[in-house]
């Protein structure tokens, strides 16, 4: 389990891109599902003020939903659909 740990805690930090090649923000933690020991979001934060500016993603950031992440190395890519957002009552999460 220690190894996996150290997994999950080196996305924090790394750079999220859309699969299009576009900055979305930065990993500022990793949203847990501890019954099932699942990652099930993450927390961004550093957001792309041209895609969020006109949006309310509360105080820090948003989560996205971690179904969305097609890949993980240096940075994180994710479906283009947060290229897309509109608003907060569809699949994307207000952050804390």
């Not at 971690?66 to 283009?80: H, K, S, T």
Request: hydrophobic content about 40%; glycine content about 8%.
């Amino acid at each position: 389990m220690d190894s996996e740990a150290d997994e999950i805690t080196s996305l924090v930090g790394r750079e999220v891109y859309s699969n299009n090649g576009v900055f979305v923000g930065e990993v500022e933690d990793v949203r847990l599902d501890l019954d099932t020991e699942v990652v099930n979001g993450l927390a961004l934060s550093e957001l792309n003020p041209q895609l969020f500016a006109d949006t309310e993603t509360g105080k820090k950031g948003v989560i996205v939903p971690y179904r969305w992440v097609r890949a993980v190395g240096d940075v994180v890519l994710i479906n283009d659909i947060v290229e897309r957002y509109e608003s907060p009552d569809e699949d994307t999460e207000v952050a804390v």
